[in-house]
């Protein structure tokens, strides 16, 4: 089935149509803490139907939340799911759908995951995840990270506005937007990618790139345009999923806090300069570059490095070398499969020792 993409700032009335026409009466609410800093709060809060509100979730959510959001669901009685906020909300919301249609009896990790007829809409209030438009969702079970996989995740519509990234914060926007282009050009150059998923990574990137400035000083266009160069990401990597730059960051973000899409991009540039040298892809990788309004390969790893230290200049992060074990074991072999060039544990531990000699 496929989703709908709605691009506008009248979404009462939209969300009103959907739930006329599907006859929704009551909604479960899935949000984060932003939710109560939207300009478009009160604004939404105007829906026609009843709605009860699930946000008893952290930004890295817990498998034991999404279950009491099953619960929430099921004991409300409500008949529909609204998601509003950043990537790990819009992840919230999908397990609680995919859930509420299984049994609750044991693990819901451990069954068959099925698909239901529970209308899920998200309205992402981030431009970097592209979660609204995947059919991924990441939650933690056991202090381990669980990657949630199933067709009937994507939502059934998404809805952009752009008023929504009008308060986040500078250094959040700088975040989620890294999360978008590294995804955008994972997805390029994963093994997975097809012709469809390059058109879309490579909108993205372009749209990144000619809209960093706008959206960095909260332009209408800037926001507007990020928001749907973040969605093209998202369907760029619901194809293709991401690679090694994703696989090493996540110790990153646990380790350190780093947020997810600023640890991503510590990674990539050095891994795409490391497969640069070794002369694979050459044809994309030069594409890539060119999207990103670059001459030449190198020029582009050099742009990524300088962006890098530019726009994180005064968000300092520390590291310890000592860590470097704990960094070398935690990357997920299933990601590596799809990076363009198999990387073996030396050349990630390598790899780690570049990225870290900046922060120690
Ligand atoms: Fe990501």
Redesign the pocket.
Known sequence: MGQQIILTTEVVERLNNIFDSKCISKVLLVCDSAFDYLQTKEEYLKIKVEYVFFNQFTSNPFYEDVVEGVKVFKDSKCDAIVAIGGGSAIDVAKCIKLYSGMSDSSNYLEQECKENEVPLIAIPTTSG?GSESTKYAVIYYEGKKQSVTHDSLVPEYAILDYRNLITLPLYQKKCTMM?AL??SIESWWSVNATEESRVYSKKALQMIMANMKGYLENSTDGNANMLIAANYAGQAINITQ?TAA?AMSYKLTSLYGIP??RA?FMCLPYIWKYMAEKNVLLEEFLKIAEALGCKNVNEAINLLYKMNDELFEENKVVMDSKDINILVESVNPTRLKNNPLPLLENEIRDLYNQIMEKYI
């Open positions: 995840t999360d590294c995804q991401t994703h997810h899409g991503v």
